[in-house]
């Protein structure tokens, strides 16, 4: 009983009638992922995605370990980094299992209500990753260019505020935009062409009037949150570069800067990935480098995520 009801609060109760047609409504989506590639490649694929996420998920326990244990690693930038690795593993444990399990699996069927799951946690871990990264350079920033009033804008208690503030924030953010896109009705083809309930791959499945301004939303909400982070952690790094170039030894540049550059380094790579993705252009890919392409930013930037911070933090070594 509790499946109907669901769907039931998650699908507009007027859509399916809307202009006047009969639709069947999706109760179950088939996630088309790696179908399409060769089988005898698919154990291949599953053996290097499966010791990527083991890695990631091992390598983070390893970095929050180390700072719980680690007295000297309890300030607020490795606070900052431990959130982080949180999030990483929440974000992969959401899609990569999925992801594995259909590899080897025949039955690629996904419930609506899984679906509307799997998307309301891959965007929570998301945006909150991306509001980590924004208040990681606020820290920076704080460190490099107003030292004297450190530890009072970056207390204990202000510091939880802020990783609380991001987790809400994610939370907030999720549950917006997955009700929004399961409001829809979402009938004829139930194929979802990528390997997890990605947003607009949903939406391409989604029929009725509302469609269109959905997909618009979800875009400007989307790209006003990523950019805005992105901005204000370019706008961070402005003010970190000036103070910065204003040390008079050279040693005094490259100390200050080093602590900024596991950071930084993970910023490009975590923005760089997500533009492949969402802003290469359309119709010049296979369906099969667009799965490719998508396992970037979902696997390999978790993946390099520790080893970033594990190489380039001489405290974390």
């Given at each position: 009983?509790?499946?109907?009801?669901l769907?039931?609060?998650?699908?507009?109760?007027?859509?399916?009638?809307?202009?006047?047609?009969?639709?069947?409504?999706?109760?179950?989506?088939?996630?088309?992922?790696?179908?399409?590639f060769?089988?005898?490649?698919?154990?291949?694929?599953?053996?290097?995605?499966?010791?990527?996420?083991?890695?990631?998920?091992?390598?983070?326990?390893?970095?929050?370990?180390?700072?719980?244990?680690?007295?000297?690693?309890?300030?607020?930038?490795?606070?900052?980094?431990?959130?982080?690795s949180?999030?990483?593993?929440?974000?992969?444990?959401?899609?990569?299992?999925?992801?594995?399990?259909?590899?080897?699996s025949?039955?690629?069927s996904?419930t609506?209500v899984a679906?509307?799951?799997?998307?309301?946690?891959?965007f929570?871990?998301?945006?909150?990753?991306?509001?980590?990264?924004?208040?990681?350079?606020?820290?920076?920033?704080?460190?490099?260019?107003?030292?004297?009033?450190?530890?009072?804008l970056?207390s204990?208690?202000?510091?939880?505020?802020?990783?609380?503030?991001?987790?809400?924030?994610?939370?907030?953010?999720?549950m917006?935009?997955t009700?929004?896109?399961?409001?829809l009705?979402?009938?004829?083809s139930?194929?979802?062409?990528?390997?997890?309930?990605?947003?607009?791959?949903?939406?391409?499945?989604?029929?009725?009037?509302?469609?269109?301004?959905?997909?618009m939303?979800?875009?400007?909400?989307?790209?006003?949150?990523?950019?805005?982070?992105l901005?204000?952690?370019?706008?961070?790094?402005?003010?970190?570069?000036?103070?910065?170039?204003?040390?008079?030894?050279?040693?005094?540049?490259?100390?200050?800067?080093?602590?900024?550059?596991?950071?930084?380094?993970?910023?490009?790579?975590?923005?760089?990935?997500?533009?492949?993705?969402?802003?290469k252009?359309?119709?010049?890919?296979?369906?099969?480098?667009?799965t490719?392409?998508?396992?970037?930013?979902?696997?390999?930037?978790?993946?390099?995520?520790?080893?970033?911070?594990?190489?380039?933090?001489?405290?974390?070594?």
């Amino acid at each position: 009983m509790l499946k109907p009801l669901l769907i039931l609060f998650l699908i507009s109760p007027d859509a399916a009638s809307s202009s006047g047609q009969n639709y069947s409504i999706a109760s179950e989506f088939i996630l088309i992922g790696f179908s399409n590639f060769p089988q005898q490649l698919l154990p291949s694929f599953f053996l290097l995605y499966l010791l990527m996420y083991l890695f990631t998920l091992l390598g983070n326990l390893l970095i929050m370990g180390t700072i719980w244990r680690e007295h000297s690693l309890h300030t607020p930038m490795y606070l900052f980094l431990c959130a982080l690795s949180i999030s990483e593993i929440l974000f992969t444990v959401a899609v990569t299992p999925r992801m594995l399990a259909d590899m080897l699996s025949t039955h690629r069927s996904i419930t609506f209500v899984a679906c509307a799951s799997q998307m309301f946690f891959s965007f929570t871990f998301g945006f909150t990753h991306s509001f980590l990264l924004m208040i990681m350079g606020y820290d920076r920033y704080v460190a490099i260019c107003r030292p004297l009033r450190y530890n009072t804008l970056m207390s204990p208690r202000g510091c939880t505020r802020l990783v609380s503030c991001c987790w809400a924030g994610g939370s907030v953010m999720g549950m917006m935009l997955t009700l929004i896109v399961f409001h829809l009705t979402f009938c004829g083809s139930n194929e979802i062409q990528h390997f997890g309930c990605h947003v607009f791959a949903l939406l391409k499945l989604a029929c009725g009037k509302e469609t269109a301004s959905v997909t618009m939303g979800v875009i400007l909400v989307c790209v006003t949150a990523l950019m805005g982070c992105l901005f204000l952690i370019i706008l961070s790094y402005v003010f970190i570069v000036a103070a910065i170039l204003r040390i008079p030894s050279a040693e005094g540049r490259h100390k200050t800067f080093s602590t900024c550059v596991s950071h930084l380094t993970i910023v490009v790579v975590h923005y760089g990935f997500a533009s492949i993705i969402y802003l290469k252009p359309k119709g010049s890919h296979s369906m099969d480098s667009n799965t490719l392409m998508a396992t970037t930013y979902t696997v390999f930037t978790p993946f390099l995520s520790p080893i970033i911070f594990s190489l380039r933090n001489k405290e974390l070594k």
